[in-house]
């Protein structure tokens, strides 16, 4: 596999630390919160098929990026910095 | 049949010409009392003890594939019992003293092979948790023996010792763990299954279910619409994807772990020997090739396929272990479905949904499982109550808090 990292261009997959389901932590405030927090921290969606993932850049320019990667065949279809582009 | 040494040497004069097929290849019926989604050495396990300890005959095993065409037919066959948490280890130990009877059980040569199972350590601190790791063995039953550098080197002579990063300091050694032949396994099971009347439906995948309420009362299947009373999932790397068609989310991600196999060697490594400071385990197979993994890829994935850095991974990981090994080629690698879950224990349990029973999050370690998972999950279906030895190993166990986490990973199910 190969990541198209935003600020240091295509690098091998062995570059980067995968952490997992990009998807956001939920508020934690309101009413619900330790339920929602199970299943944040417990839950998985797990699909076959496009998924969002959470990798480091740890080998590189050190930025947290959501990429969006087929869970069937590993092809990768583009990366983002997960806290949205620098200013 | 019943498999003996008199039926072998007639049909050994016979020119092998009558054997006959070793279970049913069955056509699925309109109805069961219960359906095991799942053909693998689990869900074959658990139609079989259904059969035999509960008296539970009108059940079938769907498989998607061919039986045995998941993990049950791609893992390394280690079988040991080697845990420390309560939670885990008397179910462990009961699998293992299941493992020391199964060909007596299933009249085939299952080939289980107590060749022993070592862990080494490298380092004080490794050495005391191996220490504690031991006496919890010992505690349970399963026996446990710690090795100084000394005893390992008589053993296996050819290891590293002196490695300046690793040095080798000891092991612990479980004599009764060792391997066992997968496939034979699976076969077994599906055999003695069969035989007691129990469905066994290839080229049938669940793609739904059918339900009453909050209950589910069939599946869908590629075969047609299957009626039953209880539904039991036995399907590894896929429990997400299958538990999803009855809308539950599960605490499971699908890892790919690959496994290689060297060319033929005469005997070289006596047991299981795993690295303690990397991710590393090999042993040698009856035919003499080296069947050895390390770490998952450790990103989602049902691809059953790796990547190229883990392959360099666990090859630095066997060469710090064993440079001798270093000339040797690769024949084949392969990768499974692993169903990896929030505390690397598993799930044996019913689910929210009625009707509905879970068997997954066997992580990378679940073929040792299988006699055992087998007659816990029966006992499950049959009784509605957990068997005591798989009590912990709730569902709603990362609700409450009462994970099983040997590790101490938390919730990053590539760290277990
Ligand atoms: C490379 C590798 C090495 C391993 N090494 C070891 C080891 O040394 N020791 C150890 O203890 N464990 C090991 N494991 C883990 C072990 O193989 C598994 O935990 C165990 O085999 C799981 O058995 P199972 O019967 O639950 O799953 P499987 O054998 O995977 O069976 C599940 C079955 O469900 C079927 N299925 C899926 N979806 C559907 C559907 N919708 N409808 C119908 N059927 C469906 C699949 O086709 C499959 O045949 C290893 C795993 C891998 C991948």
């Avoid at chain 2, 993990?71 to 462990?92: D, H, V």
């Amino acid at each position: 596999m190969r990541i198209e990292c935003p600020f240091c261009g295509p690098r091998d997959a062995s570059e980067f630390a995968y952490y997992g389901d990009a998807k956001r932590r939920p508020e934690t405030s309101g009413s619900d919160v330790s339920r929602q927090l199970y299943e944040a921290v417990y839950l998985r969606d797990n699909p076959a098929g496009r998924h969002e993932d959470l990798w480091y850049h740890g080998g590189g320019c050190r930025s947290w990026l959501r990429v969006t990667r087929d869970t069937r065949t590993h092809e990768i279809f583009g990366a983002t910095f997960a806290a949205g582009e620098p200013s | 049949m019943r498999y003996s040494f008199l039926n072998l040497a007639w049909q050994a004069l016979r020119g092998h010409r009558d054997w006959q097929p070793a279970w049913r290849d069955a056509a699925p019926r309109p109805h069961y009392d219960i359906i095991i989604i799942g053909g693998g050495g689990h869900g074959l396990a658990t139609a079989y003890y259904l059969a035999k300890e509960h008296g539970i005959k009108n059940v079938a095993v769907l498989e998607k594939g061919y039986i045995g065409s998941g993990n049950s037919g791609r893992n390394t066959t280690i079988i040991r019992s080697n845990y420390l948490l309560p939670g885990n280890e008397a179910f462990y130990e009961w699998s293992m003293k299941l493992w020391e009877g199964l060909e007596q059980e299933l009249n085939y040569n299952a080939m289980v092979s107590q060749r022993g199972v070592l862990n080494l350590y490298h380092s004080d601190a490794q050495r005391d948790a191996f220490a504690r790791r031991g006496n919890a063995m010992i505690l349970a039953g399963a026996g446990a023996e710690l090795l100084d550098a000394a005893a390992v080197r008589r053993i296996l002579p050819m290891l590293d010792f002196d490695n300046a990063r690793f040095p080798i300091r000891g092991g612990l050694l479980q004599r009764r763990g060792g391997t066992a032949r997968h496939d034979a396994v699976v076969w077994g099971y599906a055999r003695g299954a069969s035989d007691r009347g129990v469905d066994i439906i290839q080229n049938c995948e669940v793609t739904g279910f059918l339900r009453e309420g909050r209950r589910v009362v069939g599946v869908e299947t590629t075969r047609g619409r299957i009626g039953a009373r209880k539904m039991g999932l036995a399907v590894a790397g896929s429990s997400s994807r299958v538990a999803a068609l009855a809308d539950l989310k599960l605490p499971i991600e699908s890892h790919v772990l690959q496994a290689f196999v060297s060319e033929a060697i005469k005997p070289f490594i006596p047991g299981v020997v795993t690295f303690g400071a990397g991710h590393f385990y090999i042993s040698q197979s009856d035919k003499g090739g080296l069947v050895f993994g390390g770490d998952i890829d450790g990103y989602n994935s049902y691809a059953q396929r790796g990547n190229l850095p883990t392959v360099e991974d666990v090859c630095e990981g066997g060469m710090a272990l064993m440079p001798a090994i270093g000339r040797l080629r690769i024949l084949r690698s392969w990768g499974g479905l692993v169903d990896m879950s929030m505390d690397g224990s598993p799930i044996i349990d019913k689910t929210p949904v009625d009707g509905l029973y879970l068997n997954a999050g066997w992580c990378y370690g679940g073929f040792k499982a299988t006699p055992a998972s087998g007659w816990c999950f029966a006992h499950l279906l049959a009784r509605d109550e957990p068997h005591p030895v798989t009590a912990a190993y709730r569902l709603d166990r990362f609700e409450t808090g009462h994970i099983i986490d040997e590790k101490g990973q938390g919730a990053q199910p590539n760290l277990h």
